[in-house]
């Protein structure tokens, strides 16, 4: 299994950005995807998770409102994260992550998912 992250930039606060995460390797049916964020000496903190349908997401109180995971209707092996109105705290390593369906309340729990992309960077500016 493959995870390649992308989209990753510099941007002026209150910008916007879109991150691409293409999974490749296996059959992705029923598997959650998800994007987590790690800042320079801060620990990896969850962002958004979706469901294989698309129907159900998951957002961290940070991102909500801002940030729109989603899932690609014709090819589910890619999610996208829509980020808007960036902030400075923004600024980290994003990272996306699958696992075969967990329960909602581990959607945001690292150790739930098997499979991690290498991660793109994301640095806003003020």
């Known amino acids: 299994v493959q995870l390649q992250a992308s989209g990753g930039g510099l941007v002026q606060a209150g910008g916007s950005l879109r991150l691409s995460c293409a999974a490749s390797?296996?059959?992705?049916?029923?598997?959650?995807m998800a994007w987590f964020r790690q800042a320079p000496g801060k620990e990896r903190e969850f962002a958004a998770a979706?469901?294989?349908?698309?129907?159900?997401?998951?957002y961290s109180d940070s991102v909500k409102g801002r940030f729109t995971i989603s899932r690609d209707n014709a090819n589910k092996n890619m999610v996208y994260l829509q980020m808007n109105s960036l902030k400075p705290d923004d600024t980290a390593v994003y990272y996306c992550?699958?696992?075969?369906?967990?329960?909602?309340?581990?959607?945001?729990?690292?150790?739930?998912?098997?499979?991690w992309g290498q991660g793109t960077l994301v640095t806003v500016s003020s």
């Open positions: 992550a699958t696992t075969p369906r967990v329960a909602y309340s581990a959607l945001s729990v690292p150790s739930s998912y098997n499979y």
């Open positions: 390797g296996r059959t992705f049916r029923d598997y959650d």
């Open positions: 979706i469901r294989w349908s698309g129907g159900t997401t998951q």
